[in-house]
T-cell receptor, first 117, second 117 residues
Framework: AQTVTQSQPEMSVQEAETVTLSCTYDTSESNYYLFWYKQPPSRQMILVIRQEAYKQQNATENRFSVNFQKAAKSFSLKISDSQLGDTAMYFCAFMNSGDSGNTPLVFGKGTRLSVIA | EAGVTQFPSHSVIEKGQTVTLRCDPISGHDNLYWYRRVMGKEIKFLLHFVKESKQDESGMPNNRFLAERTGGTYSTLKVQPAELEDSGVYFC???????????????FGAGSRLTVL
């Protein structure tokens, strides 16, 4: 079974600084997707960034980028120029992509990020 | 477009009572998912609808949980009778037809927080 591990329950960062959230996963599959979702306080969970496993290039979305190390099964999220609005719970998630379709998302426990002014 | 809507946002009930949670997915999204997060733990998959059919219900904890999706539109998740361990946040998500490129991206609702006393 696939598992996703986020080893940092809580993190904090100064506004305008850079922070990296770690995520590792375990799978025997070769085709899959990886995601980072963000849930601000009392608001819905939204997709931050996604990565297809077959792509070697790391995904980037504005201030958010990932460091995808397939051999090490690592998928960290880097947030540059942190803003107060980045304060949220961040979930790393995995989805297997097979011939019969995509499997349900498997989530990590989450990392609570606080951006401090 | 309207997002995924969940109701109620918070429900407090006593052990043994019944609660029904509702999810309205994004219009046109064939896939509808229910997930649950118990405090401090991972977000766990409950079940997956494709239109009105249950594609995968392997995550449903027991027969006290009943999910339906009338006409392939909105979905309800009923817990009867509720137990203390059912407390948590229940998330609904939807995605497009698997034949479209966006099938692997889930859009989540804000969640329904259930507290069983």
């Amino acid at each position: 079974a696939q598992t996703v591990t986020q080893s940092q329950p809580e993190m904090s960062v100064q506004e305008a600084e850079t922070v990296t959230l770690s995520c590792t996963y375990d799978t025997s599959e070769s085709n899959y997707y990886l995601f980072w979702y963000k849930q601000p306080p009392s608001r819905q969970m939204i997709l931050v960034i996604r990565q297809e496993a077959y792509k070697q290039q790391n995904a980037t979305e504005n201030r958010f980028s990932v460091n995808f190390q397939k051999a090490a099964k690592s998928f960290s999220l880097k947030i540059s120029d942190s803003q107060l609005g980045d304060t949220a719970m961040y979930f790393c998630a995995f989805m297997n992509s097979g011939d019969s379709g995509n499997t349900p998302l498997v989530f990590g426990k989450g990392t609570r990020l606080s951006v401090i002014a | 477009e309207a997002g995924v809507t969940q109701f109620p946002s918070h429900s407090v009930i006593e052990k043994g009572q019944t609660v029904t949670l509702r999810c309205d997915p994004i219009s046109g999204h064939d896939n509808l998912y229910w997930y649950r997060r118990v405090m401090g733990k991972e977000i766990k998959f409950l079940l997956h609808f494709v239109k009105e059919s249950k594609q995968d219900e392997s995550g449903m904890p027991n027969n006290r949980f009943l999910a339906e999706r009338t006409g392939g539109t909105y979905s309800t998740l009923k817990v009867q009778p509720a137990e203390l361990e059912d407390s948590g946040v229940y998330f609904c998500a939807s995605s497009q037809d698997p034949r479209h490129s966006g099938a692997n991206v889930l859009t989540f609702g804000a969640g329904s927080r259930l507290t069983v006393l």
